[in-house]
């Protein structure tokens, strides 16, 4: 291997014979679709455990002892883990990275995601593998985020043999659409409307604010909505998922079922969601005079 193609961490140097270690070409680094990744990802994982205290700056300097990962799970899922507090030791940090991922396998395995990352690379502060997890469990878990699609970076692999040091480049997918990583591959009417006409559906992108959903509730069934209840012009992320939550409310006081659609999934606009959405009212409404 060149030294002057890629630039060598000092433990690369160091590397036992046959060992292997993979990092992130520097240029992928500095894509602006990976960047958003990464602040995505660190911005959901910091309002999650924000009544933790838990401030978390860089992924895989906070991550790879399994500490901020145990409470991001148990925030997550609900549920408590048997496991140490602190750990300061390699051998107590990777222990409790097992329990925390397989607790995460638990999850995941049932809905056939692939596991690709491991207690070593997670430990070993492979940011590639921290990134898989991460998304994975952003998807599971429904994440009020919209992650950037199609996220791919060139990695550097690493592999000392007879002495040498021997480089090779690989692409790593880190993110498909948002569809397809939510696993929704049932084809529907909606998946037919997409197919034939995606580009006369941006009308939909008028309810991501929620304030039509709230005022069409107020016309369909025949009453004032006061505005003090919801934000006639929202402007954060937090008042249109607030405004489209009000709107679900309504719908569910006016004997429809509870839209599949997250709120989030509406501001996000999810074209497909609203369409459900709207959908439904269109049904339970269409003979109103």
Known sequence: MSP???????EDT???????RTMIDPTSKEDPKFKELVKVLLDWINDVLVEER???????????????LQKLLEKLAGCKLNVAEVTQSEIGQKQKLQTVLEAVHDLLRPRGWALRWSVDSIHGKNLVAI???????AMHFRAPIRLPEHVTVQVVVVRKREGLLHSSHISE????TTEMMMGRFERDA????????PDKLSVVKKFADGVY???LMGLLEDYFVPLHHFYLTPESFDQKVHNVSFAFELMLDGGLKKPKARPEDVV???LKSTLRVLYNLFTKYKNVE
């Open 54 to 68: 838990i401030i978390v700056k860089q992924l895989e300097e906070d991550l790879y002892d399994g500490q901020v």
């Open 4 to 10: 002057a193609l890629v630039d060598v961490h000092p």
């Open 268 to 270: 996000n606009l999810d």
């Open 173 to 176: 997918e880190l993110t498909t």
């Open 213 to 215: 959903l709230v005022l």
């Open 14 to 20: 160091q590397l036992e014979e046959n060992e292997e």
């Open 190 to 197: 909606f998946d037919t409307l997409f197919d034939h006409a």
């Open 131 to 137: 990134l898989h997890l991460l998304v994975s469990l």
